[in-house]
């Protein structure tokens, strides 16, 4: 499924606070964007056809919706678009970026460090 960056900012909104209304989420947006009501609602609607989100309840002619797919489900293909857009599909470059631009703390290259092993104790388990 791809989504565009306002339809995945609206989606972040719901994977964090859950069940919304299209006023609901139009308020949040609101706070650090100009963006008019039917904008947001337009998004909403356009999210609901594609299948990420879902009608859980109605007040009134209020509609409330919930997302239907995970963010999992969302970052692989964008990962994914990106490496390959971004490092020519070489994880290898991302991962030399990550290490050489990026300031990591140690308790970052302690988690990268655990991830690592795990990795590799899978590869071993799996043969």
Known sequence: MKLSEFELEVMQIYWQKGNLSAPDVHQVIAKTKDVT??????IIDRLEKKGALKRVANEGRTIFYSSAITPDSVKKPLLSAFIKKVFSGHTRHLFNHLFSEEKLSESDIEYLEQLIAEKKKSMRDSK
């Open 37 to 42: 009501y039917s904008t947001v609602k337009t």
